[in-house]
């Protein structure tokens, strides 16, 4: 099946069942009941969509999910999909593509990552403000979609700056300050070593993760307006003497999803005021 043919049906089926969205969000580790915030909301699983891969990292719940939120018509992936669970960066990046058909025009990615920025706290949210990656893939590679985006889309500022300035703002009404950064990625399941996160810093990372700059490159090609949060989860490796793990991963992403949801709840609820 072409890559066409596999949006447009994946689309069809979305459309059929949950109908159009003008919001998408999705939502990363421990955010995954941000869902139950949607009122009138469809669930579809993934393994219903045509031609969609699975999630298999554990919290990511693999659901569609849209519904209203103050007053919009929003989209929620409860779970993405990773290039390490050996997934092409077409297949990472398909959701996307199907937002744009079905409708989306502004795009929230989160994530939970490690802090570089030796002044990152666990527990701290971060607006990423750039991105780089050292996966040497990108999704964009092979013949371009025209009927979505331009064969060299400009990335010199994917994310968009009022929806920055928004997030920073509802942070300060709501009693606490954004830490803002650049996210780099790195291929994964393994977390990057000491000397990998030397490297990133001295390169200007201030937070590294396993996904997201797929998402945004191929949100940016469509057009659409990109705001990019994460949770910084624990410091990387080297910084601490101590091991990671998920399991750490988890627990700081569900102490702070409180503060991470109502912080998403007043953007989107403002949005229409930029």
Not at 132 to 150: C, K
Request: with cysteine; charged share 20%; aromatic share 6%.
């Amino acid at each position: 099946m072409d890559e066409r043919t596999r949006i447009e049906e994946a689309a069809a089926k979305v459309l059929s069942v949950c109908g159009s969205a003008e919001v998408g969000i999705i939502l990363g580790s421990g955010l995954g009941d941000y869902a139950d915030a949607l009122t009138d909301a469809v669930r579809l699983p993934y393994s219903e969509i045509p031609g969609f891969p699975r999630s298999t990292v554990p919290g990511h719940a693999g659901m569609w999910c849209c519904g209203t939120l103050h007053g919009k018509r929003v989209v929620m992936m409860q779970g993405r999909f990773h290039h390490y669970e050996g997934y092409s960066m077409k297949d990472v990046t398909l959701p996307v593509r199907v937002m744009q058909k079905i409708g989306v025009k502004t795009l929230i990615v989160t994530n939970a990552c490690g802090g570089v920025n030796l002044s990152f706290e666990p527990g701290d949210l971060m607006v990423i403000s750039d991105v780089f990656s050292l996966t040497g893939q990108n999704p964009l590679i092979g013949p371009n979609l025209d009927e979505f985006g331009p064969r060299f889309p400009d990335m010199s500022c994917a994310f968009d700056r009022e929806l920055r300035a928004l997030a920073h703002a509802c942070a300060g009404e709501q009693g606490f300050a954004l830490r803002e950064g650049v996210y780099a990625q790195m291929t994964g399941p393994c977390y990057e070593t000491p000397a990998e996160i030397r490297m990133l810093r001295t390169l200007g990372a201030d937070a590294v993760g396993m996904s997201t700059v797929p998402e945004v490159i191929v949100a940016r090609h469509g057009g659409m307006r990109v705001l990019g949060i994460s949770c910084i989860t624990n410091m990387a490796a080297g910084i601490l003497d101590q091991p990671l793990s998920h399991a750490e991963v988890t627990e700081t992403a569900n102490r702070v999803k409180g503060r991470f949801r109502g912080l998403l709840d007043a953007v989107i609820e403002r949005m229409e005021t930029l």
